[in-house]
């Protein structure tokens, strides 16, 4: 021990990642990265491409290869001194299958499966070692957390599984298993050598031919006006149809260069390589990766000693946040940090404590190097709103693993126009200018820090917030209720009454918004209800194209003047990029409301498609400076009407209708449409203004019973009404048949709109899943989304999204399943935490809306009377 304190006590400054000798050897394996070298820049200098790439590291590397291997011709990458020259050369080369996202899964699949072809296919070696790897669970709530991910893995092909303290211990017979309580082991996840990776991409590349040229700093971008761009170099510039920035932890500052302040923050990441440990190896084959997750570390042979990388706390983290503010120092490419083994002291004990061998090994190397942290610590992958043709691939806390399939995913895309599927978490787009670098920096360093934190449902994280965006009503709600944060917003997810279990009290079951969520349903149901909808992305479009630009993004009729209605823009392949909510208010005059999450990525796709097609139409997008409060429930009406001279009634005020008039003196733009499906209003206003239609709204309502409402509430009064989510029921992977969105979908209008003849073609070859609805009777737990769905022992679909129905006193979910297992009354099971539930295919809607509710009470009056 003191051995090990007296080498962890040291201070280095390390110029490589690895010993000399492990690097001589990657080397002399990766041969072939002469000929993109500066030879090559004098001979084959191209003043033009399809694709140029901006950095050499695995994941600019990545994109490069599969570009080229599909057929690209002109694919092009610019490295400004020598590939790998980033974080790359520094990584622990860790690859798992394992991701909580269910998205990013493809992603670790993918990059796992061409890790092991690579080397067949490029003739180079990898160094890609597969022992397998195990998550330690040493508690019962890590055992709960276990269960979850695998409920919601079991529809992959990942592999991956729920193991006992003895298989662990057979796995790795090193172990201390004091408290290990299970393990969640993934066979085919181990380590590959990142140098060795890059070099054997850029082989493939070239074979493929692309590219590769280096030392070829870019030093300049600028956009032409048919959408393309001057990419300049000290050897001269290449006209280019796209780029792609992959410049890793330089990306904020070549986003500079065209006005972009990406967010994004290298964090100091450190590990510790020992020398030879006998017991290590003595070993007959190579130990399994563990992530000790109590411990916030993961430990993994290396040769015949081990690695150890910890994962500091937030508190003790350490963020280059200067170089936010000043730029990469000139130089600064493989260099690392100053280590500082007094941050990782604690993880330390824990490792030797669970890894006894520990205690005798000696440090022959210490690496701290630059790691990119977003906020949310996932990549920013595909094309940005903004900039015509400019795509990113950026901040990549975990490069190595996601550089394959990145590169795939961003191939398909750029060569097909469409994502090959939905990855909505790593948007560009997810971001916007109320990312500050305070935000950035806050969150970064929470994410850090919570690398290893359970992962709860419902997850609420609080750094940096509140941010900039502030909705109208903020500051009269935020002591009320529970907020959760939307894209920089922070809105309502339940209110608190005295009484109430106040807080975020993070659950695998119901926990303490149970009974609050329950109250705000019935109010809604039973008087009347305020919700702040100030979140939503919302456009203008207007111009004397709008109604062609409109009619050929929309699957949906557009609606008439005074009319509102639900579109879908689809892909060209027929699936659902979004769903808006299409108002015209005047002749050609359209408000386009879309989620919160969603606001950017819905633009772009409006703005590419009025640079491609010359529309002559104004688009602006009027987030922030507008406000919405949705009033719902059957004394909506009632409440209004006190406050406008405007007739409210059913006759004058129809459902989806749009209205301009007063509310308590301010001017709103009114729509008769509720997501909880009960007779309600969405009331656009100005920002200012919001406060004040608020109060008014609260103080006339009180003898109808008036209070506030959350996203919780209003999540569980959709499903009991059937209605769809945009990202869960509907999103890249799914096309709006299969949904069940038939309705909004005008297969028979004139126009072409995007998606209509491949919709066309998945009607008439008919559909193999359709969207169910399902109820469920479990304990203390809803369904989610992502859950599997088990029939005779067999997974035959997922969950999409769920909740309780207190209405009906059951769950609910979504969920897709095959067309043979959709009779109603069909019986399945859902997997929640490790149990699975019966569940039974049901008829939807479980509880009337209201306008419905009304057409048959009136069609009754009208049979009684007759
Ligand atoms: C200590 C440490 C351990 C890690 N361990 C793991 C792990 O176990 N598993 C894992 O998946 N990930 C790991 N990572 C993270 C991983 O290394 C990175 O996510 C990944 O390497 C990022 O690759 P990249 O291609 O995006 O960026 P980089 O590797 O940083 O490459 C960017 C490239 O762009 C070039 N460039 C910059 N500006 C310009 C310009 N203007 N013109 C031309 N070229 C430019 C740079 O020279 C550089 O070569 C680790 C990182 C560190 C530091």
Sequence with gaps: MSRVLNAFSSRVIHASSRSAAWRISARSVATDDRGGGCAALGRRWQDSAETVIIGGGCVGVSVAYHLAKAGQKDVVLLEKSELTA????????????????????????????????????TGQAVGFHQPGSIRLASSPVRVDELKYQMSRTHWHPTPQFLITPDQIHELFPLLNMNKVLAGLYNPGDGHIDPYSLTMALAAGARLYGAQ??????????????????????PHGSIRANRIVNATGFWARELGQMIGFQHPTVPVHHQYVVTATVPEVKALKKELPVIRDLEGSYYLRQERDGLLFGPYETEEKMVLQDSWIRDGVPPGFGKELFESDLDRIMDHVEMAME????????????????????????LPMIGPHQGARNYWTAIGFGYGIIHSGGVGKFLSDWIMSGEPPYDLIECDPNRYGHWTSAHYLCAKARESYGFNNVVGYPKEERFAGRPTNRVSGVYELLK???SM??????????????????????????????????????????????????????????????????????MANSLPKVGQTNI?????????????VTVTQHAPGEFLLITGSGSELHDLRWIERQVSDGGYRVSVFNVTDEMGVLGIAGPNARKVLQKLTDEDMSDAAFRFLQCKSIQLAGSPVRAVRISYTGELGWELYMDMSNMSAVYEALMATGQDEGIDNFGTYAMNSLRLEKGFRAWGAEMNCDTNPLEAGLDYFIKLNKSAEFIGKQALLEIKSQGLKR??????????????EGNETIWHNDKVVGNTTSGSYSYSTHQSLAFGYLPVDLLNIGQKVEVELLGKKYPATVSQEPLVLTEPTRTRLQKKKRERDDR
């Design 212 to 233: 590769i040229y280096h030392p070829a700093p870019v030093t300049g971008l600028t956009p032409t006006a048919d959408g393309r761009w001057d990419v300049q170099t």
């Design 484 to 553: 959760g944060f939307h894209s920089g917003w922070e809105q309502p997810h339940y209110f608190c009454k005295p009484g109430d279990d106040t807080g975020y009290k993070p659950s695998f079951t119901r926990t303490n918004w149970f009974g609050p969520v329950g109250r705000e349903c019935k109010l809604v149901m039973e008087r009347v209800g305020v919700i702040d909808l100030s979140p939503f992305g919302k456009f203008t479009v207007k111009g004397e194209d709008s109604h062609k630009l409109l009619d050929g993004l």
């Design 567 to 579: 579109s879908h823009m689809l892909t060209p392949r027929g699936r659902v990029y979004a769903e």
């Design 354 to 377: 669970r890894v006894p061998v520990l205690k005798n090994a000696d440090i022959i190397n210490i690496v701290s190097g630059p790691i990119t942290y977003t906020p949310d610590l």
């Design 770 to 783: 359709k969207l169910a609805f399902l109820t469920l009777h479990t304990d203390d737990i809803d369904p």
């Design 479 to 481: 002591d009320k209720c």
């Design 86 to 121: 980033g974080s790359t050369w520094h990584a622990a080369g860790l690859t798992t299958y394992y991701h909580p996202g269910i998205n990013l899964k493809k992603i670790h699949y993918y990059s796992i499966k061409l890790f092991e072809q690579l080397e067949e296919e």
